[in-house]
């Protein structure tokens, strides 16, 4: 199935440009697709209570083709464009009134058993040959760059606003991190065209967290690092 609703950018999700914010643009990625997935009974919490398993977004690319103003009206479509394996793929488009697009996400995840810390086939937890997997829109390559040459640039706490319901922290936070290490002037003068979010690892409340940073191929990197271990990778394009 395609979820698909009208709504309008509203202002808590917009930067200081008055336009929809990074961050609030995977705020509203991540809304519609779990109500997508709420429909078709798969969403994380249904998934925790009925299979013990928990959804892991592993990646996250999101195009920019321009971005979206205070009040503006907009259209998502949200919908699952690959189901094999151990792997699902979500999409989640977001039109101006036109039609034309504004933004586009995949997101790629997977079912973590809660019990055994092993991944679930999604055959396994709801996903089935009736599972409606529609035509991408777009095709989507996700990065393949090694990071190398980071340098420490800021050090973040978790805090509880930060915590999801598996008492992780949220996907969101850490674009957050990132975003803020960018001041207003840099934003408005190169605004953000693509980011991609590889999660490769979890953190907790009160862990203190390092935000590294290099440069490389036109792309930004950075790393967000709990000790010596890689919690989140992200590129960003401007």
């Given at each position: 199935m395609k979820l698909i609703k009208e709504a309008v950018v509203p202002a808590s999700i917009c930067d200081s440009n008055v336009k929809l914010a990074v961050k609030g643009t995977f705020d509203l990625v991540q809304d519609y697709l779990t109500e997508m997935?709420?429909?078709?009974?798969?969403?994380?919490?249904?998934l925790r209570r009925e299979y013990g398993c928990v959804w892991i977004f592993t990646r996250n690319r999101v195009e920019i083709?321009?971005?979206?103003?205070?009040?503006?009206?907009?259209?998502?479509?949200?919908?699952?464009?690959?189901?094999?394996?151990?792997?699902m793929t979500v999409d989640t488009v977001l039109k101006d009134r036109t039609g034309a697009v504004?933004?586009?996400s995949r997101i790629e995840m997977c079912a973590l058993d809660l019990k055994t810390q092993r991944i679930r086939r999604i055959r396994d937890v709801g996903i089935t040959s009736d599972t409606h997997v529609e035509s991408p829109e777009r095709e989507i390559a996700f990065s393949r760059l090694k990071h190398e040459g980071l340098t420490d640039l800021e050090t973040r706490v978790v805090k509880s606003g930060d915590i999801d319901f598996v008492q992780h922290t949220n996907n969101v936070s850490y674009v957050r991190f990132i975003m803020d290490t960018y001041t207003v002037a840099a934003l408005r003068e190169r605004p953000v065209k693509?980011?991609?979010?590889?999660?490769?690892?979890?953190?907790?409340?009160?862990?203190?967290?390092?935000?590294r940073k290099a440069q490389q191929d036109g792309r930004e990197l950075f790393?967000?690092?709990?000790?010596d271990t890689v919690a989140v990778e992200c590129e960003i394009t401007r």
């Open positions: 997935m709420g429909e078709l009974h798969i969403d994380g919490v249904t083709d321009r971005e979206l103003d205070w009040m503006e009206p907009y259209t998502a479509e949200s919908y699952i464009s690959s189901a094999k394996g151990a792997k504004c933004v586009y693509a980011i991609e979010v590889r999660y490769a690892g979890q953190t907790h409340e009160g862990d203190i967290l390092t935000i790393d967000v690092v709990l000790g």
